[in-house]
T-cell receptor, first 113, second 113 residues
Framework: DTGVSQDPRHKITKRGQNVTFRCDPISEHNRLYWYRQTLGQGPEFLTY????????KSRLLSDRFSAERPKGSFSTLEIQRTEQGDSAMYLC???????????FGDGTRLSIL | QQQVKQSPQSLIVQKGGISIINCAYENTAFDYFPWYQQFPGKGPALLIAIRPDVSEKKEGRFTISFNKSAKQFSLHIMDSQPGDSATYFCAATPISGYSTLTFGKGTMLLVSP
């Protein structure tokens, strides 16, 4: 399968714990995006990488959130000191450098107890 | 501030009927308008997209109509089938950057047999 891959698919954790999600984009795609989707809403942009450079961050991305893409391939999104409001689906998407549509993974569903 | 407004929130259509979903945008910098289809537990999948240099684009049973002066666009699903039952999202982005997508809140479509 050559689509966008996300791991884990589901994560249940207690409030205050740290969590990390991984995204593997489509191999030839240089651009990588993170979105958050809550129930009944459309995805909301969090951050965007071109290769290893993080080019844009949303105001939704508080100081507890950090994203990396160390070698311009896979990316990780870490949430520190999780809060109830962090419960959501975290979606990763990728697109080619020459301007092409974004293709999404199936997301990581985070549940905070 | 919601930059892409989508309606209706939910829609029930009989098999063989036409499903129509509408979106309106505010940001005149938006220049690329994709529609995504999302099934439960899955990420959004690109369905069809349009640029404002054309007023209509058709792919199979799916048609986008675009009205640049009104800043509105719509998705028409002809001969709707039960397998089309899903949540549909319109989105918009400035084409120059192919950067972040701004999504509508989604329309839950149910096609009754």
């Amino acid at each position: 399968d050559t689509g966008v891959s996300q791991d884990p698919r589901h994560k249940i954790t207690k409030r205050g714990q740290n969590v990390t999600f991984r995204c593997d984009p489509i191999s030839e795609h240089n651009r990588l995006y993170w979105y958050r989707q809550t129930l009944g809403q459309g995805p909301e942009f969090l951050t965007y990488f071109q290769n290893e450079a993080q080019l844009e961050k949303s105001r939704l991305l508080s100081d507890r959130f950090s994203a990396e893409r160390p070698k311009g391939s896979f990316s990780t999104l870490e949430i520190q000191r999780t809060e109830q409001g962090d419960s959501a689906m975290y979606l990763c998407a990728s697109s080619p450098d020459n301007g092409g549509p974004q293709h999404f993974g199936d997301g990581t569903r985070l549940s905070i107890l | 501030q919601q930059q892409v407004k989508q309606s209706p929130q939910s829609l029930i259509v009989q098999k063989g009927g036409i499903s129509i979903i509408n979106c309106a945008y505010e940001n005149t910098a938006f220049d690329y308008f994709p529609w995504y289809q999302q099934f439960p537990g899955k990420g959004p999948a690109l369905l069809i997209a349009i640029r404002p240099d054309v007023s209509e684009k058709k792919e199979g049973r799916f048609t986008i109509s675009f009205n640049k002066s009104a800043k509105q666009f719509s998705l028409h699903i002809m001969d709707s089938q039960p397998g089309d039952s899903a949540t549909y999202f319109c989105a918009a982005t400035p084409i120059s950057g192919y950067s972040t997508l701004t999504f509508g809140k989604g329309t839950m479509l149910l096609v009754s047999p």
